[in-house]
């Protein structure tokens, strides 16, 4: 994130009480009292009854630091109305958001700036010491970038009271909720204002957040319906547009209408921030408490298994997706250990995608990580469709930015592991989440995360002796695309090869046949999915491996032998003498040489050099130290 360089802000306006500051006046506001003053001549004139209307403060308030509540400013300038914007910082020189010069040039004509959290989340759903860290470090970034906050807001109006509790700790004066007083939207019954002083400082009475159900009518009344009692209306705004698709906007015109008749109202009718209705002293910044990195060689992941759940979401994890879709997420039990996984499902998809992920946060779930280390990523999935691991990490700051994505792997109707290890993270980056995604219509399970710095990873178990390494090997659990799961059709040259699930089985009741016609040179065959993850064969370099399966074929045939890379690249390695061919099922079985040193996998397959038909059943991979005999 590159930031902008900051200028000083003006000096801060002074606190006063409730209704002894009026605002600055411009062109247009004093157009809108002038219109004001001749509507109340016609009053008198013509005999009209005039009715008393108790005092009422009005608080224009933005959430999220949207780029396009600049435009809420600049007619709000013009008629002399200043708001508290409240900011949650890891989101400040953004797309889509407002930059640290954009928030001095607020404070300068006069507007509030507020706290947020760094990061927008359901503080309900937060440990202490996350939550701490969310609204104290939102208020240190502020303050760090020459803001005394003092004025704090929610995200999604959600509380405990040790979450009150927190906001009061960390500095702030007073704390915004939502939808605690009456309007056509709800609430009924509920009072029509906020009271001056609030009955709780930390959370203020305000209206449900505007949106684009509301109309110029529904603005004026919640100001007055107030003028019965009097007391304080908080307006909470986000998006002041055209053309976009989130609800919670409304158009620059409905705007800049409700501002010029706030600014033609009566006396009795004022406008503060929210600083200037609560008051009080800046009180000293104060840091959330430090993230204690997990021991060498431990899992980054917090509830890996998913198996904690809070508010019906297991805990630490969150959902996240963009562009044009629609995704569902749920739970479901059993999962591949415990009783919970986690469940993706995409439908309506246009563009973009979507998934899990451990919480983008300030260290009480998200991964800890160092620059310049690698991280070896892994979950165990079933899907319908691919899917890949999209990798995003933190800045010191506590915003979050997309950084990479693994290869693709291939759908699995039965749990497999998906293994990958990241390049080394940027500098300045302090964590790593990751999750598997969806970019297509489909259902995506996943469970039992892990990630390990590359460095301190723990050594896979090895298999133990005369464990046939070949996953599916008899071929009987289908996969994607006609394939047997953890199968994959491998080839190359010019001819045509068409692979097909056959009855005529050496054991069960599914082998594979591999056709092959127009041949001019290369070769086609089936191979264990040369993958990052679980369904490739287990390999050690240094150790020979016995290659073994049955076959019937109307041509001569070998094993193509591949490995796997300590880079996670696939290289080809060597082939077998020629197995003749065979009008009945007959083993091919030959001894692999030494595999190279930092090989991690091998996959291998019987192949077809000609025009001709191979059928394949009952692989079998073994490590020569305690292979069966044949």
Not at 194 to 214: C, L, M
Not at 270 to 289: M, S
């Amino acid at each position: 994130m590159v930031q902008n360089s900051m200028r000083p802000s003006g000096p801060k306006q002074q606190r006063s009480l409730p209704g002894s500051v009026r605002p600055r006046w411009g062109t247009r506001a004093l157009a809108s009292l002038l219109a004001a003053l001749i509507m109340g001549f016609f009053l008198v004139a013509t005999g009209a009854p005039a009715q008393a209307a108790a005092p009422v403060t009005v608080t224009l308030t933005f959430d999220d630091g949207d780029a396009d509540q600049l435009t809420a400013a600049t007619i709000m300038n013009s008629y002399g109305l200043h708001g508290t914007f409240f900011i949650p910082s890891g989101y400040i020189d953004q797309p889509g958001y407002l930059t640290q010069a954009d928030l001095h040039a607020l404070a300068a004509a006069g507007h509030e700036i507020g706290g947020h959290t760094v990061t927008h989340p359901d503080l309900a759903t937060l440990p202490a010491d996350e939550a701490t860290r969310q609204i104290c470090n939102d208020r240190a970034n502020l303050a760090a970038w020459g803001f005394p906050t003092t004025s704090f807001a929610y995200p999604f109006a959600s509380l405990t009271a040790a979450t009150e509790t927190i906001v009061a700790n960390c500095g702030y004066n007073s704390a915004r909720g939502l939808g605690d007083t009456e309007t056509r939207f709800g609430c009924t019954g509920c009072d029509f204002a906020e009271t001056i002083p609030p009955a709780d400082p930390f959370v203020t009475k305000a209206p449900d957040e505007v949106d684009d159900t509301w109309t110029l009518a529904d603005l004026q009344a919640t100001v007055t319906q107030a003028e019965v009692a009097g007391g304080w209306v908080q307006l909470t705004f986000h998006h002041i547009g055209t053309g976009g698709t989130d609800p919670l906007t409304i158009s620059p015109t409905l705007f800049d209408q409700f501002s010029a008749w706030l600014a033609a109202r009566p006396a009795t009718t004022v406008f503060r921030t929210v600083d200037q209705v609560i008051g009080g002293t800046v009180k000293p910044v104060v840091n959330g408490p430090a993230v204690v990195p997990p021991a060498a060689g431990s899992n980054l992941i917090a509830n890996p298994s998913l198996e904690t759940v809070a508010n019906g979401v297991p805990q630490c994890w969150q959902t996240g997706a963009y562009g044009a879709n629609l995704p569902t997420y749920s739970t479901v039990t059993p999962g591949r250990t415990g009783a919970s996984a986690a469940r993706l499902t995409m439908a309506g998809y246009a563009s973009g995608d979507a998934k899990w992920l451990p919480a983008l946060d300030l260290g009480g779930c998200s991964p800890t990580a160092e620059p310049g280390h690698s991280y070896a990523l892994s979950a165990w999935y079933t899907s319908d469709v691919p899917t890949q691991i999209e990798v995003y990490y933190r800045t010191g700051l506590g915003s979050w930015t997309y950084w990479t994505a693994s290869p693709f792997f291939a759908p699995a109707t039965t749990y497999q592991q998906a293994s990958w290890t990241t390049p080394a993270l940027p500098a300045g980056a302090s964590a790593v989440s990751f999750g598997m995604n969806l970019v297509s219509n489909g259902t995506l399970t996943t469970d039992d995360y892990s990630m390990y710095d590359a460095a301190t990873i723990p050594p896979p178990e090895p298999p133990a002796p005369g464990t046939n390494l070949v996953s599916n090997p008899s071929l009987e659990t289908a996969g994607a695309g006609g394939l047997p799961q953890c199968w994959q059709a491998g080839g190359y040259g010019a001819n045509t090869p068409v692979f097909t699930a056959s009855t005529a089985a050496h054991t069960g009741t599914t082998a594979q046949t591999l056709t092959v016609s127009g041949y001019t040179d290369g070769d086609a065959k089936l191979l264990p999915t040369l993958d990052s993850g679980s369904c490739a064969p287990i390999g050690i370099g240094g150790h020979t491996y016995s290659l073994r399966t049955w076959y019937t074929s109307t041509v001569p045939t070998q094993f193509a032998i591949y490995y796997r890379a300590a880079d996670g690249t696939w290289n080809y390695w060597t082939s077998s003498p020629w197995f003749a061919s065979a009008a009945t099922y007959t083993q091919a079985e030959w001894t692999s040489p030494a595999l190279p040193a930092g090989a991690t996998a091998i996959s291998f397959g019987l192949n077809v050099f000609q025009d001709g038909t191979l059928t394949t059943d009952d692989y079998a991979l073994y490590d020569t130290v305690g292979a069966p005999a044949l």
